[in-house]
Structures are given as structure tokens and as C-alpha cells.
């Protein structure tokens, strides 16, 4: 939800989750150049920055694309000071409408608010 919230869902979320093109055999070498750029491993794919953020290093997204094709459709945004690739809303509305987690629905219901009311705006 991250990445909504970056494009103006008015939810809360409690971390980021960063989608890396890795096979999922391979993601500790993500997790290890965190831990030794001074993160703490939380769990496997988790990680605590010195600031408190947790990052959750996720290697597919149900619902969605490979992560080539997903990428194409990503708009880059501005994240604590950094341009990075942004999945849009209704791609992250696709993956939560797939998982439908107890959460999720809310997060659509969010989702779907922000989508119409900047349609109306256009």
C-alpha cells in the first residue's frame, strides 16, 4: 500500500514492500546487502532500517504480471529521496483483489475512492 499512498489513497501502512526482480532462491542478497549497509533482518524477507521503516522484499506479486512487464507500466515517483518505480493503482488493486485478504477490501474500497475521484478531476 506504499505505493498507493504515494499516489494519494488515504490509508496507513506499517512498511514497504519492494518488488525485486531476484527468483526467490536468490533473496537473501537483498536482505544481505541491507543487513550490511546496516539494516536489521526482522524475518526472512523483512528487514528494520536505522529509522525504524520496515521493507519487505517481495519477489512476485499475486494477481499481476512478471515483473518486466509490470515495470513498463510503473511511473516514478519520489521516495524519501529517491526516483523510483511505482506499481500505478489499478495494478495494486488487481494484486489486492486476488490475494482478498482480510485487509484488503478496505485497501480496495480506498483504491477504487482515490481512482474515481481523480477521474472526476480529469
Known amino acids: 500500500m506504499s505505493a498507493a499512498v504515494l499516489q494519494g489513497v488515504p490509508v496507513v501502512t506499517h512498511d514497504v514492500d519492494l518488488w525485486i526482480d531476484l527468483p526467490a532462491r536468490q533473496y537473501m542478497r537483498a ?3 541491507a543487513v550490511r549497509e546496516s ?3 526482522v524475518r526472512n524477507t523483512v528487514i528494520e532500517l ?3 521503516m520496515l521493507v519487505n522484499f517481495i519477489y512476485a506479486v499475486t ?3 512478471s515483473f518486466a ?3 513498463k507500466k510503473a511511473q516514478k515517483m519520489k521516495f524519501h529521496g529517491c ?3 511505482v506499481m500505478p493503482l ?3 488493486r488487481r494484486s489486492k483483489a486476488a490475494l482478498m485478504r482480510d485487509k484488503d477490501p478496505a485497501h480496495i474500497h480506498a ?3 482515490t481512482l474515481r475521484l481523480r477521474n472526476k478531476t480529469k
Do not use: R
Open 31 to 33: 536482505v544481505n546487502i
Open 39 to 41: 539494516a536489521t533482518m
Open 50 to 52: 536505522s529509522d525504524g
Open 63 to 65: 494477481g499481476l504480471g
Open 69 to 71: 512487464t509490470e515495470l
Open 83 to 85: 526516483e523510483i518505480p
Open 90 to 92: 489499478e495494478s495494486i
Open 111 to 113: 483504491i477504487d475512492q
